[in-house]
């Protein structure tokens, strides 16, 4: 078992904690369960949970675990999500704040004009606008030592492909984000460190979900199809232990950088 490293300080316990969005299954469930094992308290938002499997895992790791159901697409319940968030962080004396903004969808996809807008609403608001508005809240109302970001990006934020015009766009713009952010924390001089994370293709659901689309939605869906018969995707757990790494080495994270899985392995 993995020990449990408490920083005492005057007036209160250190702890480490981090919020991991769609843990439920995928990536993000992996990544939540490194950081159990690697002496974080886990916070979890998503619609399903995983309650018993992770409550287990956290009591087995002596680290506490709360989930909050949430539709990170429903920006009223996600301002609402986000403020209990902060009366929980703010019960504890947290020594570092992580937040893993991984929860995101692939759909719509189908070139512009074929599309459905509150479909393409939805999306920006899950990938794009939720990540945003956590960061900016939890900065703003939870005092840490250290603040991290690590926001879940894609290949596709970095080239066009036909039918991704939605994905490729929030993909780039939470590239930009990151950028940014980590600019303003380094002009200002506040030792937050933002990055993101490019887990290359794992076989989860999204890449079940990239399959079963068809050509005209997806001209590229046969390769993706070929990638599964072939064994090519990679696990969440191998992809969530990459990143692991960069995390346990906070010392060398590089502010600003997108973290390409495939320079990792
Ligand atoms: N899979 C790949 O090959 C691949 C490649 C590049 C990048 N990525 C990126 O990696 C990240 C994780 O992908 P994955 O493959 O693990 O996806 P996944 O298996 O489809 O899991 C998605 C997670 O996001 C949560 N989620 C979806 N919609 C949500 C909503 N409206 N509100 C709250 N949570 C929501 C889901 O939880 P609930 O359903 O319980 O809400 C689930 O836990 C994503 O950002 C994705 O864009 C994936």
Redesign the pocket.
Known sequence: MTPVRIYIVIGGIMMKFAIV?????????EVAKNLLTNDYHVIT?????KTNDFKNFANENRQSYFHFS?????LESLNDTAHEVVKTLNKNTVEELLIV??????TPMGPVGTLENHEIA?HV???LT?PMLLVNTLKAHVEADRFTVVN?????AEKTIYGWNV?SST?SAINMYTQTAALESDERGTNDLHIAF??????????G??RESDQDSFKDVESFRALKKEGK?RS?KEVADALQKVINNRDQIENGKIYRVNELI
């Open positions: 969005t769609g843990a439920s299954r995928g990536l993000g469930e938002i998503s619609r399903k949970r949430c539709d990170l697409s429903d903004n991984n929860a995101g969808m692939v939805k608001s899950l990938n939720a879940v990006t894609s290949g596709a994905y993909k490019s887990p290359g293709v794992m076989d989860t659901d999204m890449q979900e990239i995707l969440a």
